[in-house]
């Protein structure tokens, strides 16, 4: 097809062209030409038929083939006539015409990182690429990492974006250029040309996009043969998810389900495709039917047309003209300067211009062709100084339409032309400008106005509806209003005045709008009947909160815009407070002093917590002192009155301005200013209504308001609602005078009744039922009809808790600069002492508990370390920061912020400190900083007569025994209160030579009806036992401070020493308890950490796992038992090896019906929980798969390990019976649920899984306990047997001989079935000794007889077998991924497989963590070794022997290879270890026939163990010595050659002269004796692991620890030479009895294929020794990871991003996971690409790292996942799933190890269990699609 194309293109030539073009362009005819050539050209190339217009259809080499003709036909031939000669040339000369670049402007792609500086940069938008950053000096600043969402561009270079450092070292070379204007630049006649070109390119693209005729093209383009083809095509929306559509395509136009998958994902990415390709009633058919199956009541069918090819093609060419535009003019600054100018340029018929079209226009547009409208404006106008200022002046304009055309469109955000805001508003010049200029902050509050509200008489009403549903999309403008403010200017001029304060006024009709929403009255008798929404409510003040705090922070800056902005606010709070007959006062009296209050009842009346306009004042009122205003200054209400003759000037045109450019004129006239009371009312309101809540008096308001009250004090809210309620508080409590402040507050508290000195007498008279009218006194609390006293009584105490707490908070939190004196870090610095007096605390979990700036700053870092020490993390757990001792004097139990439960937590913690340190438990009032002029007033309160009144009565009735009117925690806020009254005090007198702070004259008055007598009274009493620390304190300072007032009035201190020595009494006792308390801890303590490291030492990992149940362990592993210690070195292989020191099994508990069960073979079988899996960890081979498990054979096993079969247990025990008992149960539960109500288990009962009764650890069969083999056979007996080595091996290799001799001859007779593989098998016993020596003969026959004699009596009782079978038949199918079959011979040999496989996998293990090969494994690593082992050695014994046989027959003729055989591999390809534990299971039956009995022992095994170790060893030593590749031969240290290096190097040569392998480099004997010990320990190792618990010897000494040389100890145990070269090589004077003769090593190295895999070279062999696999190695730096991660594109979807990069830790790919572009199938289901990736990397078992979430992912199957943190770390020691905090993160390394011992151990699939128990989330996830 593509050929035919070019073909119809032929004499195209790209020169007549361009000749043509320039012929038109001189007649000035170039559009038209140009218009011509495409309308003609356009249609051939794109959409030309189904295979090129149906996007799924496309093939590579479709589209390749139209990406080089429209570059060809197209493009080329503009470019050579734009530039007039040969494009490549020209661009490059063009490109050294330009100024370096001083802006980078990087855009970057989704998923790459980007770097704030949280020092320098102007607001957290502005962001650094990763190669500015490396290069910029920020790098060493505090930085912030994150991922960009795609869109953005570096700010690197921009000044306004730094506040220090804006260009990096390449960006910095760009500095100091003279700017020219860049079109002055270019060659005039490419200039000429460029205008022309550009423009008519541009216009054609935005023409074609917007073109909305899809039958036709405009007639300028029509083609001169017109086609008859349509396509149908599908439009996104992110209303319809990826089923509905995927569904609707099926039935429409009749696809495969995996085909409609991939148009959705088109659809998806592209923002449209073609679906179908025919004439026009085919395509109309099918829009019919997707309309039809896509809409829905709910929703609007899905955007489907019907288009013409011939459009369709122009619309693809206009896509890629905007990508060329863009390519173009990054060649050159004056070619982008032209484009811009172009794209700017008004056409003379005043329509607007091409960028306004493209913003208006913008939703129209379908996704991609969107994406590439922005990268183009980005790329030109945004790079472009003087064009992106014209620019945001067209989008300032457009704004209030843009945004509504979002809000009508279903897109996302990031995908729309708002998007872009963030590109110029945050720019503050150009901010700033647009403010002035264009009235940009006006227009966009207008905006977001106009689009939730609507104005009604002049009010604006907020519509609750869009609120609610469109929140989401509505918010835009205010975070674009937050970019505009984000900059504080630094002058002011008359416009910016003008302008700001005209936004000021909107926001202010918007923050009215707003005043007393959503209020609420209490409900009394019955519960609310639906809760209110309020999310809405609080959606809104959230992201509305930053923008009215910086507007207050920018009045702040400059007097005249302050004290205008606070004219605003009081009109709009005295407008909402209505005219004072509206509002009812009252009068009310408490002890002589009266006050006029608001008659208005929280408990009845409605309330609201919304209250913006009274919180805007408070923060604007703050600002006041810094101008010298205060709240009475005449400045604010009164007449002008400027002394500045300047400040008069510039104010009497600013009237004169409002006169002529606002609508309403704003309040200039003179103005009452608001009373103390007007500002009171609202928050008090709120403040009490939620005291109330708090006194549970508004539960039947139900959860809406519970919700509301938490938000209100929450940290996100907080700033700008509670804290601002307060601060108005105190406003109007320093304006009022203290008595009557109180008796509003105790009248809105409703606690008028309780007040009265007969309050008790009250209550008790109602309590028995004589009812009197309460009301009468005036503002009862309850309605008293219709509650019982108790209520009255609870809600009454509660109250005065709430109300004396409240008292605390207004005269004490003092911590806002304006209010006290303090700065803003002394107020962040008690925000976080207060929280380490909760406990210590994580870096994050500090930062989430204190407000964020609009920078996301808390502040935190400046101040953290002046009061708290950090603690680093270990192993797991987060870094944490710990209070200084010094600043614990600084708590304040009632500190404001806490909530309850910090309230209390901290208050326990900080008792349980004291105790411990021997401390007074009080936990008194912290001193503190004294209150800036406007609030020292404030103090007062604490002084009052009304005060001093309500405290005494509160002690009084404290120690009156028949008041019920009083709590604990009331006696506690009294006493705090006067503490703080007395600090206050004290303070004063330090502080100031005249005061008027009276309190403890007034707390003495009045004698024994003082409070101070009402203080001593309470002493020693036990109702306030809890708090006497503090009432002793109390007095003590009150004391301290009577004498400093006396001292200061000059009076005697007669009195004093007799209060001291009471004082220092009480100190001397206390300190005597504390230091018999100290003791007594520290004994305890020391008992403690005894107990603890000896049950370190016990039980170091079996903790982990085996939980508390310690006692069920079987603890089979001898190590560490204090036994009999043999005297002799232990050796634990052949006849001359030293006694079991096994203790027979003790017995173990059955962990089901508690039993205790000894375990000996008769007896009932006892079974160990396991889990089989399938294992690639040990592969040495990565990626290769096993293919075809039925032709697999486990006998004979690769030492690459590509396939291996794993063992684990919990180490839980239980009776056969009792288990299967239990496992029916679960199977029979499963069976009866209903498919419908099954539950997602974390395990799957038909694959035979099932979790551990006791400690819920996945498991799918059961391993059977058996006694040592010791205890069966008695080792005695083969003593007597003596048959030398070379006897031994020649009996063997005759029987290999005769059965290969036995078996050809049979091969030959029957030639017919030679499909059959040969099977060799065994010919009899006499038949091998007839032909050798006498002596020899009956050695051999000794040996090997015994086996047909005893089978009489098996030892096993049947449940052992039955169990032994099962576990057998567990690891076939498991294993090996097959259906059961017992009669698959291969059953029994997977069990010995694993067993092999597991020991493998555990010395690894231990050396991976170099630790002592003995007595470092856990106790059910152990046992499960243990129990492998003696399961597998008495399988031998157990199966049919016949097949044991044939077994045994082909390892050894495979180890004594005598005629090539085709199944039988070469050395080189036999795992040794494995080999030595099959011949040892197997090799006992080797002549057994079809009349030998299963079950028989022999006697010889221990010598037949012996002599094969012998000979295994032999052969892997030549197997280590063929794959050696040494590439640089060691000089010997000393010039003596030791016997044993030169026979190595002797037999070095031998063997591979044998094998005709080039040896290049000669090592030296001594490199080679080390290369050859490091290479054989690993097989040592495991066979040692094996015969230990074979049989039981005791392993020596040295193995127990680490560090130490392994070697010889270890062949000694295994009764092998310390000179191995002994064993192939007879040197003089060694043993002459176990060498491997030379005939054996010639058939080793002739056997076929050793040639070819010695010739493949190094890199195909297994490299001995063989190295531990570990995880990827992972970079240290987490950005490396994340760049690793961006550039990483999806491998289906050509060159796109992949939207979750995942890498896999074990091979290091990286995946497109989470997406449907790489979904696979997976036995017939789909998978995601991680899920695939397992069953070929990892046998099922994954360990990714998700690069976008930094987290860990474990897959375990298709159904089983979890996520898990990952080994990244910031400096405080924590995570950062989802990198939310963005702090640098750098690699753990202990924690990756931690990871990598999970993955070798084999423990993901249980851990992932045990997370999916745990979290019941991770059920519900589905983890295959990952
Ligand atoms: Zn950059
Ligand atoms: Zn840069
Ligand atoms: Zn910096
Ligand atoms: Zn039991
Ligand atoms: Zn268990
Ligand atoms: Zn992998
Ligand atoms: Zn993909």
Redesign the pocket.
Known sequence: MAAKIAGNLEGCNVSIIVQQLQGAYERGQLKNALYQYWAQQVPKIFFTSAEVAISTQRTPDAVQSEEKLSRDVLFEPLEWFLCGGNPAAVFQQLQSLNNPPQLCGKVFKVGEPTYSCRDCCADPTCVFCIECFNKSTHKTHRYRMSTSGGGGYCDCGDVEAWKQDPWCDIHKQGLGQQSQNPIEKLPPDIAARAWEVLKIALQYAVDMLLWEQMGGLPQDLEPSVPQNTYVTMLFNDEIHTYEQVINALTKAINCESKEAVEFATVVDREGRSSVRYGNRKSCDEARTVIQKSTSSVRSKPLKVEVMHTSVCAHQAFAQKVLNWLGQVVNHSDGLRHILCTTALQQPPTGDPCVVERLMLADTALWKTARVQCHQIMMGSLLMDQESKKQFSVLYTRNYPQVQKDFMADDHDHGVSIISLSVQIFTVPTLARYLIMEHDLLAIVIRTFLDQCASCRHGRYLLDREKLQKNFRRLQFPLLDLKYVLSMVPDQWNDQLKRKFLNGFKIMVELLTSMQGMDSVTRQVGQHIEMEPEWESAFNLQIKLAPAVAMMAGWCATDKMVLIDAFRIVVKALLEIRGTADTVKMCKRRVCDQEAIVVDYTVSREPVSIHLPICRLLAGLYLQLGKHGLTFNSPELYGPLDWTSPQARLSRASEIAHRASACPTPLVLARSQPPSAMDLLEQPLRTLVMIAQVHAEMWKRNGYSLFHQVYYYHNVRCRAEMQDKDIIMLQVACAQMDPNQFLIALLNKFELMNWIEGDFDDFIRLFFYGRRRDVTEKGGSATDVSAESTRDLLRFTNSLVEEFLTFLIIITGERYVPGIGQVSSEDMVRREVIHQLCISPMAHSELSKALPENNNYETGLEGVVHSVASFKKPGVTGMGRYELKPEFYKDYNPFFYHYTRADQSKSEEAQLKRKKQEGESTACPPPELPALSKEFSSLVNVLECDVFVHTIRMVLRRVNSSRSRSWTEAMVHRALHLVGMALNEEKRLYQTSPYIRFNFVKKATEGGSNSLYSALHDLLGKPRIQNHADLLTWVIDRFDEVKDLKDQKQGASDAQKAKKVSSKSKTDAERKKKAEAARKRREKILAQMSDMQKSFIRDNLELFEATGTELSSSPSMEVEGSPMVVPSQYPVAVGPDRSPATHVTLTTSTCILCQEDQEVAAGNKCVVLAAYVQRSTALSKS??KVLEDPDKYDPLLVSPDLYHGVHTSTCGHVMHADCWQRFYEAIVAREQRRALRFRHILSYEVDRGEFLCPLCETLSNTVIPILPPSSTIQPDSVSADISLSFSDWLDGLKKTVEASQRAMMKEEEDKMESSDDMPVLSPCPLPSITKNMAEMAAQGFQQLFEYMTETGAQAPYSDSVKEMMKLFSRATYTFGLGLDPNDDDDRVPITAWGTCAYTIRTLEWLLRDQGKPLFGSLSSRQADCITALVRVVTVSGSLSDPQTISKSALRLLSALLPQEPMKNIPCILDLDMFFTLVFLHVTISSLYCDENTAAGGTIRGVALNDKHLMHLVTAAHLVQILLAANFTSADTPMDTEETAEGSAWVKLFMAVRKEAGVQTPVVPSGWQLQTYVRESVLPFLRCSALFFHCHTGVQSPAQLQESGVSEFEPLCQYLALPADLSSLLLQNSGADVGHVVPHTIHSKWCHYPGIKESLASGPASLVKYPVEVNRLVPLPHDYSDVINRGSVFTCPRSDGDDSRAPTM??????MLCSQSYCCQTDLEGEPVGACTA??Y???AGV?IFLRVRECQILLLTGKTKGCFYPSPYLDDYGEHDQGLRRGNPLYLCQERYRKLQKLWLSHSIPEEVVHFMEANASFATIEWQHL
């Open positions: 990565r990626g896999c830790l074990v091979c290091g790919q990736h397992i070929t990397c990892g994954g």
